[in-house]
C-alpha cells in the first residue's frame, strides 16, 4: 500500500528545526534588515529636493508573486488640472511598475495599454525599441534577490533605461522631457491613482526591498555594477537625494517595533515613516441647531485595534459615530478605491455551525460605497450606490460557503464632505436591521442573505430589513476602525482604508430606538449607560501615549478595550540581500536564535517522506507556523495521500492558505 506525506507551499512555510541551544535571541547578517510589502506602502509627501532633470533609482527586491502588477516605486504630483488625462499623467509623475516585466515610466497617462495601436503607452515606447514584449523578470518562483536599477533624463529624448543585477535589459526613448516637480507624494509599494493615495490591491507589490538608492544624476552602468553590491560607503554622497538601507533594527534584538522610522542614509533627512498613526485634532460638530465639541481622529492609511477586545455584544447590538469624510464627486470618481471601510469586527461564531465556517471575518462591518454598482442590480431604476452605506452582520466575505454571506446596503446618500451621524442597529430576534443618518432612518435596497440576493429601488420600498436573525458572534474577537480584516487583525490592503474623521464612539449590546439615538446625538456621554460596552471619546483625554510610546485610545467604559493607534506598514525582516564589506568579500549571513532555522519552500519543491507507516489513523492534529505573501493561489501546505489518483490521494489535506 502506497504511504506519502507531502508538504508543498507556494511562497513561504515555516516549521521549525534544530533549534541552537544556548542562543535566545537571532540576529542580522551583514545585509541587515529588509522590509517586506504585502500591499503595503511607505509614503512621503512633500519630497521637496525629488531629483528634477534626472535620476537614478535602485533597489535590491526579492518577489515571488505572479500575480500581481506589483509597483515598486511610484512619485505624483499634486495635480490642480481638470482635464482627466493630464490629472493621471500627473499622478504617474514617475513610476516603475511590474516586476515581472518592468516598465519604468514618466508622464504616461498608460502605463501599460494593451493592445495599443496608438503607441500612447509607456510599454510601447520599450517595444519600440526593442521590438520585444519583454523587459526585464525581477519575480522568481525562489524569491531570489534582484539588483534593480533605473536611469532617466531629460537628456536623449528623455531615454530611460534599466539595469537587472547589473546587465542593461531594457531601454526607451520616451520623449517624456518635462523635469520632475519637486513637493509631490513618493511611495514605495504602490502606484498612486490620486496625490498619496487610490491605490490598487492588483498592483500593490508583494516582496522584500533593501538598499533602495535614490540619485539624482543618471548613473553609469560600470558605477552601478561597481557598487550595487556595498553594504556601506556611499551613505552621505553628494549625488544623492536619498538612500535607505532598512538597517534601524540591526542592534536591537529583535524589538522591531520599537522601530517606527526608515532612516535616510544620504544625509537629506529624507525619513520614511512606517507608523503614521491616526491623528488626534478637535471639532465643533453641529446639527439642527446644536453643537457638540469634541475630539476626533484623522485616518489615512491608518487603523485603530484591539486583537482582544472582550463583553463585545454576543446578540443585538447598537453602534455609533460621528464620521467625515471626503465629497464623492460624480465627474471626478475614485480611479480605483471602490469603498472606505470604517468599522471592522472580526470574531468566532458563538454557537456550532453547521455546513459553514466557524470563523467570520464580518462578524460586524460597516463600509461606505464610493463608487455606483447600480448596474449590477436587477431593476433599471435601481438605487445608486454611490455614498451607500453598507453592513455585514455575522458574515465571512472569504469562503467557498455561499451561505456564508449576510450583507445589506442601505440608501445613505452620504456625498458630502460635512459631519454625519451614523447609528446601525440590529435585533438578534428577527434580524431587523436598521442605519439613521443624523436621526434620520435610511432604506435598504440591496442585500444577500444567506448566499440569497434580493435588490428593490429605496423609492419602492426598497428589501426586507431582516438579516442573519438568530445568528451569533463571540464576545471576545478583533476590533478594526479604518480598515478591513481578511484575517483576525490583519490582512490590509490600502485600497480599504477609510480616509476621513471619527468621533464619539459607542457601541451597546442592545437595540437603541430612534428617539434614544436623536436625543444623544450631541453628547460625548449619553444621558444613560446601561448596555454601553464601549466609550471611544477621542479628546486629549481619551487619546494617550502607552508604556509602550505607542498612542492607543481609550475605552472609557469597565471593559477597557482600548485601541491601538498604528499604520499599515511592511514588516522588517532579516535581509538575504547578496552584498559584500569594503574589501569585496560576501557579508555574513544572519544567525539563527533559539527558534533555530525554517524551510522556505515554493511550487518546485516539496519535501516528501513514502512509507508513512505510523500516520494517524483515527484522530489527528497538524501543527505548524508558516507565512507567505502568496494571496493568489489555492496553496496546499500539507497533504496525505494512500492510493491512487481519485481514490485515496487526498485521505488528508490542507487546502487553500488564504481561505482554509
Known amino acids: 500500500m502506497k504511504r506519502i506525506l507531502l508538504f508543498l507551499a507556494f511562497g513561504t512555510l515555516l516549521a521549525c528545526f534544530d533549534a541552537v541551544r544556548g542562543v535566545t535571541v537571532s540576529a542580522p547578517g551583514g545585509a541587515g534588515h529588509a522590509l517586506l510589502f504585502r500591499d503595503h506602502v511607505l509614503l512621503k509627501k512633500d519630497f521637496k529636493d525629488f531629483p528634477s532633470t534626472a535620476l537614478t533609482f535602485e533597489a535590491w527586491v526579492s518577489s515571488s508573486d505572479f500575480c500581481h502588477a506589483g509597483t515598486i516605486m511610484s512619485y505624483a504630483k499634486d495635480s490642480k488640472s481638470t482635464d482627466d488625462s493630464q490629472r493621471i499623467a500627473d499622478f504617474n509623475h514617475f513610476v516603475i511598475f511590474d516586476p515581472r516585466n518592468l516598465l519604468a515610466c514618466h508622464d504616461f497617462k498608460y502605463i501599460d495599454l494593451r493592445p495599443d495601436p496608438k503607441n500612447e503607452s509607456c510599454h510601447a515606447s520599450f517595444w519600440n525599441v526593442s521590438k520585444s514584449e519583454s523587459t526585464a523578470k525581477y519575480v522568481e518562483r525562489d524569491g531570489r534577490w534582484h539588483h534593480l536599477a533605473v536611469t532617466w533624463s531629460t537628456q536623449d529624448a528623455g531615454l530611460t533605461k534599466i539595469h537587472w543585477d547589473g546587465l542593461l535589459v531594457a531601454s526607451a526613448y520616451t520623449h517624456k522631457t518635462n523635469p520632475l516637480d519637486p513637493g509631490g507624494a513618493f511611495m514605495l509599494g504602490a502606484e498612486q491613482d490620486c496625490f498619496g493615495g487610490c491605490t490598487d490591491p492588483s498592483q500593490g507589490f508583494y516582496g522584500g526591498m533593501d538598499e533602495v538608492r535614490l540619485w539624482k544624476v543618471v548613473r553609469s552602468q560600470d558605477d552601478i555594477i561597481k557598487h550595487m553590491r556595498w553594504a556601506s560607503g556611499l551613505e552621505n554622497h553628494a549625488d544623492l537625494s536619498a538612500y535607505w538601507k532598512f538597517n534601524d533594527p540591526d542592534s536591537d534584538n529583535g524589538q522591531f517595533r520599537r522601530h517606527l522610522v526608515a532612516k535616510d542614509s544620504s544625509g537629506k533627512g529624507n525619513d520614511l515613516s512606517l507608523l503614521s498613526s491616526p491623528g488626534r485634532m478637535d471639532a465643533e460638530i453641529s446639527s439642527g441647531g446644536n453643537s457638540m465639541r469634541t475630539g476626533y481622529l484623522n485616518f489615512k492609511n491608518n487603523l485603530a485595534l484591539n486583537k482582544n477586545m472582550k463583553a463585545m455584544p454576543e446578540r443585538s447590538f447598537t453602534i455609533e459615530f460621528w464620521a467625515r469624510s471626503k465629497n464623492l464627486d460624480k465627474d471626478k470618481p475614485d480611479m480605483q478605491q471602490k469603498f472606505a471601510q470604517i468599522f471592522s469586527y472580526a470574531s468566532q461564531h458563538a454557537q456550532d455551525v453547521q455546513g459553514g465556517p466557524d470563523f467570520m471575518d464580518d462578524a460586524i462591518r460597516i463600509e461606505r460605497y464610493l463608487e455606483d454598482f ?178 492607543v485610545a481609550l475605552d472609557r467604559t469597565a471593559n477597557k478595550n482600548h485601541l491601538e493607534l498604528r499604520s499599515n506598514s511592511p514588516q522588517w525582516v532579516y535581509s538575504y540581500a547578496p552584498l559584500v564589506k569594503p574589501d569585496g568579500t560576501p557579508v555574513d549571513p544572519p544567525a539563527a536564535g533559539a527558534a533555530g532555522h525554517a524551510m522556505k519552500l515554493h511550487d518546485q519543491q516539496v519535501l516528501i517522506l513514502p512509507n508513512f507507516q505510523d500516520f494517524p489513523s483515527d484522530a489527528i492534529t497538524v501543527e505548524f507556523w508558516m507565512q507567505s505573501i502568496d494571496t493568489c493561489r489555492p496553496g496546499v501546505p500539507f497533504s496525505y495521500a494512500h492510493g491512487h489518483y481519485e481514490k485515496e490521494d487526498n485521505s488528508f489535506l490542507i487546502f487553500n492558505y488564504n481561505s482554509l
Open 374 to 551: 447600480s448596474p449590477r442590480l436587477s431593476d433599471s431604476k435601481a438605487t445608486s450606490t454611490r455614498g451607500a452605506i453598507s453592513v455585514h452582520i455575522n458574515s465571512n466575505e472569504h469562503t467557498d460557503s455561499t451561505r456564508a454571506q449576510n450583507w445589506i446596503d442601505f440608501d445613505a446618500q452620504w456625498l458630502d464632505d460635512n459631519w454625519h451621524h451614523v447609528a446601525l442597529s440590529w435585533n438578534y430576534d428577527d434580524g431587523v436591521t436598521r442605519l439613521y443618518i443624523d436621526g434620520q432612518s435610511k432604506t435598504p435596497f440591496w442585500k444577500n442573505a444567506g448566499g440569497i440576493l434580493d435588490d428593490k429601488p429605496a423609492s419602492q420600498g426598497g428589501v426586507d430589513p431582516s438579516l442573519a436573525p438568530r445568528t451569533t458572534r463571540s464576545q471576545a474577537g478583533s476590533l478594526v476602525l479604518g480598515q478591513d480584516q481578511d484575517c483576525p487583525g490583519g490582512c490590509f490592503s490600502p485600497s480599504n482604508s477609510y480616509n476621513g474623521d471619527l468621533a464619539v464612539l459607542r457601541i451597546w449590546d442592545r437595540v437603541l430606538s430612534s428617539d434614544d439615538i436623536k436625543r444623544n446625538m450631541l453628547r460625548e456621554r449619553p444621558d444613560s449607560e446601561s448596555g454601553l460596552v464601549a466609550l471611544y471619546i477621542f479628546d486629549a483625554e481619551g487619546v494617550k501615549d502607552a508604556a509602550s510610546g505607542e498612542p
